[in-house]
């Protein structure tokens, strides 16, 4: 991985992506992420 980026949005999206790939969507699940599952997912990849 080369860079980890924030950007802004609206309408209370929180998406994660890693090469692409979305590993995480506050829109899919209704919840903010646990920091650990996204950071375990971002050290598998």
């Known amino acids: 991985m080369e860079e ?6 609206s309408g209370g999206a929180f998406e994660v992506y ?4 979305k590993i995480y969507s506050k829109l899919d ?3 903010f992420p646990d920091p650990d ?4 997912q971002i050290e598998n990849k």
């Open 4 to 9: 980890v980026k924030l950007i802004p949005s």
């Open 29 to 31: 699940t209704g919840v």
């Open 37 to 40: 599952d996204i950071i375990q």
């Open 18 to 21: 890693i090469d692409g790939e």
